[in-house]
T-cell receptor, first 111, second 113 residues
Framework: DAKTTQPTSMDCAEGRAANLPCNHS???????VYWYRQIHSQGPQYIIH???NNETNEMASLIITEDRKSSTLILPHATLRDTAVYYC????????????FGTGTRLQVTL | EAGVAQSPRYKIIEKRQSVAFWCNPI?????LYWYQQILGQGPKLLIQ????????DSQLPKDRFSAERLKGVDSTLKIQPAKLEDSAVYLC???????????FGPGTRLTVT
């Protein structure tokens, strides 16, 4: 599975868009990018995933660059409840892969 | 829909004692996972069950950790004997056919003194 690199921490003002980057320069053609988040004292929560097209759901949007070497998770209107650690994970769904969590990005949403 | 249930939420034991954690997955989810999360790190997969069979236990320290999933529903994870380095949050997760969309429970925080 592709190694992913994320910033350690980010801040965002409430109501603004939070853009969380992820670098996955070694990703292979059949590897998906999955995003999870973990709010303090809770288990991780699935957010979204994508292969090469941009994806949107009720929680977030995922923008994947054309060369697939990086992606950005966008929370369009961040709230205090979005304060969490966000994990970007490369997954080869064609093999017996597993979710390998790194240390993620700690997003702090402030007033 | 009820989420993944885990108990207990907190446990404090002394080293060399034994401890067990229980997990009840979301109804109908065939795949169940146990993760260990040490403070400051992301969760690490310990074991994965498909129904009541083990799919992956490559990162389970089998000399002291054991897990079972009888009847393909509930699962227990046991540590015997515990070491100081086992202090962590133990997370249970389950999934349906979309195995990378996993639903996590709240976890059990274990402190070994």
């Amino acid at each position: 599975d592709a190694k992913t690199t994320q910033p350690t921490s980010m801040d965002c003002a409430e109501g603004r868009a939070a853009n969380l980057p992820c670098n996955h320069s070694t990703i292979s053609g059949n590897e998906y990018v999955y995003w999870y988040r973990q709010i303090h004292s809770q288990g991780p929560q699935y957010i979204i995933h994508g292969l090469k097209n941009n994806e949107t759901n009720e929680m977030a949007s995922l923008i994947i660059t054309e060369d697939r070497k990086s992606s950005t998770l966008i929370l369009p209107h961040a709230t205090l409840r979005d304060t969490a650690v966000y994990y970007c994970i490369g997954v080869n769904t064609g093999t017996a892969s597993k979710l390998t969590f790194g240390t993620g990005t700690r997003l702090q949403v402030t007033l | 829909e009820a989420g993944v249930a885990q108990s207990p939420r907190y446990k404090i034991i002394e080293k060399r004692q034994s401890v067990a954690f229980w997990c009840n997955p979301i109804s109908g989810h065939a795949t169940l996972y146990w993760y260990q999360q040490i403070l400051g790190q992301g969760p690490k997969l310990l074991i994965q069950f498909q129904n009541n069979g083990v799919v992956d236990d490559s990162q389970l320290p089998k000399d002291r950790f054991s897990a079972e999933r009888l009847k393909g529903v509930d699962s227990t994870l046991k540590i015997q004997p515990a070491k100081l380095e086992d202090s962590a949050v133990y997370l249970c997760a389950s999934s349906s056919s979309q195995i990378y969309e996993q639903y996590f429970g709240p976890g059990t925080r274990l402190t070994v003194t």
